[in-house]
Structure formats: structure tokens, C-alpha cells
């Protein structure tokens, strides 16, 4: 007589299924939640977008604890996602009643800056870190394993997300109160509408840097801020008399 299995056997799957299966394990898990709403932890989220402005450290002080936890450094819930979706929305809607846009304009808008300057530059902004670190920054191999001495995908996606945020903040919302003095033709506007740029965009290197210099493995992080070096020339290029907002704005709203 046969003896039955204790175990039950390993489903098989056919081509289709495992070729999905595989497709999808490359997603973030990030990505693959942003339908389940009702498990999305707003709250935490709305707390580390308020702590990224005031005191970003402690933010990534939560990392080690998630990586204990859940075995990887990249956040898992999409709740900041939304939120920030949800902020650029407001902030595509003001705009668009400042320059008495129609309501597909708005629609419009609001694309434009949640798929293209977030999610695609943060695809694009993420991969290049993503590169950058894990062939320049990781340091000699010790006693770690392997695959924690690399820095995931899904975690440089989540540093360009805590770093746009306060990008968003001085871009996309305290310019808006702003237009009626960075756009005219003095140098004290000028200056202001520059400066404004600066800030942003100085804040986001520095987002990107902290993000990354918070990981044990990573060496020589200090490289990260290069950029601000030619970012403090161009602004002090600038400001002989190119208004940077006079150039970027008419690339969402016309001259």
C-alpha cells in the first residue's frame, strides 16, 4: 500500500503565473498597497510630514525600527503617497485660480505635478541614488550579509518622497503667495523669487543626503552634497539679472 504525504506539495505554476508572480515581486510593496486604503496609517504619515519640516532626523530615526521589524529599510505603506498626491491637488487647484485656469486645466495641472514631478522625477531622481550608493557609497565588506549591505530601490524612492516634501513647501505653496512679487522686474524680486529657489532645492539635496547617511553601511555620504555647490554658483550667477521663476513658471502656465 502507498504511504501517503505527510506534506502537501509545492503548487506548480504555469508559465503565466509564475511570469506574474515574478513581475509583481519586482514591485515595491509600496506601490502594490496604494488600492488598500483601509489599511493605510494616515496618521503616522500626517507625523512624518510634519517632523520632515521640523526636525527630519527623527523620522529616520524610525528606519532602524522598521528594519527590525519588517526586515527592510523601505517603508511598506503608501499612506504619505496619498497625502502628498492629495497636497499637490490643492496646490494644482490654487494655482489654477490664480491663473483662472478651466476645470480640465486644473485636472490637468494636478497630473502634471503628481505623475510627472513626483512620481516620474522621484523614478528617475531614486534610480540614480539607487546606483550612485550601491556602486560608490557601500563600504568594504565586513560581517553584515549581503543582501542588507545594499541599498534597496524602494528605499531611495522613499528618500527622494521625504525629501520632496519640503520642496513642496516652498515651491509649490509659498511661491503661490508669492507670484505677484517674484515675477516683477526689479532685483529685490528678483532676489526673493531666486532665494526661494535655492531653499527648495537646497533643502531636497539635503534630504537625500540625510536619507542615505542615516544607513550603517554607506561610506562618504558627504558626496551627495556636491550638488550644492553649483547650486549656490548658479545663484549667485543668477542674481546679475535671470529671475528663475520668470523662466519656470511659463513651463506650467504659459508666458
Not at 8 to 31: C, D, E, H, K, M
Not at 143 to 158: G, L, M, N, Q, R
Request: hydrophobic fraction near 50%; charged fraction near 10%.
Amino acid at each position: 500500500m502507498d504511504i501517503l504525504p505527510t506534506t502537501s506539495p509545492t503548487p506548480q505554476l504555469n508559465g503565466s503565473q509564475y511570469r506574474g508572480s515574478a513581475v509583481s515581486s519586482r514591485v515595491p510593496v509600496i506601490f502594490r498597497r496604494l488600492t488598500r486604503v483601509h489599511q493605510m496609517d494616515f496618521e503616522l504619515a500626517a507625523w512624518q510630514l510634519t517632523y520632515l519640516c521640523i526636525s527630519p532626523k527623527r523620522v529616520y530615526r524610525n528606519v532602524y525600527f522598521h528594519k527590525q521589524t519588517k526586515n527592510t529599510w523601505a517603508r511598506d505603506d503608501p499612506a504619505i503617497l496619498i497625502l502628498i498626491a492629495a497636497c499637490l491637488t490643492v496646490s494644482a487647484i490654487a494655482w489654477s485660480v490664480v491663473y483662472s485656469y478651466s476645470l480640465w486645466g486644473a485636472i490637468e495641472l494636478a497630473f502634471l505635478m503628481i505623475f510627472r514631478d513626483f512620481f516620474l522625477g522621484g523614478v528617475v531622481v531614486a534610480t540614480i541614488i539607487w546606483f550612485f550608493a550601491n556602486r560608490v557609497l557601500l563600504s568594504p565588506p565586513s560581517h553584515s550579509a549581503p543582501e542588507d549591505a545594499k541599498v534597496e530601490w524602494a528605499y531611495a524612492f522613499d528618500v527622494h518622497t521625504n525629501a520632496f516634501f519640503p520642496l513642496y513647501l516652498t515651491l509649490y505653496l509659498a511661491q503661490l503667495f508669492l507670484v505677484p512679487i517674484v515675477l516683477k522686474s526689479n532685483w529685490i524680486c528678483l532676489f526673493v523669487s531666486n532665494t526661494l529657489y535655492l531653499a527648495g532645492f537646497a533643502q531636497y539635496i539635503y534630504g537625500i543626503y540625510l536619507g542615505l547617511n542615516t544607513l550603517p553601511f554607506l561610506v562618504r555620504t558627504e558626496l551627495l552634497l556636491a550638488p550644492l555647490l553649483p547650486l549656490f554658483t548658479g545663484y549667485i550667477v543668477s542674481l546679475l539679472g535671470f529671475n528663475v521663476a520668470k523662466h519656470v513658471l511659463p513651463l506650467y502656465f504659459g508666458s
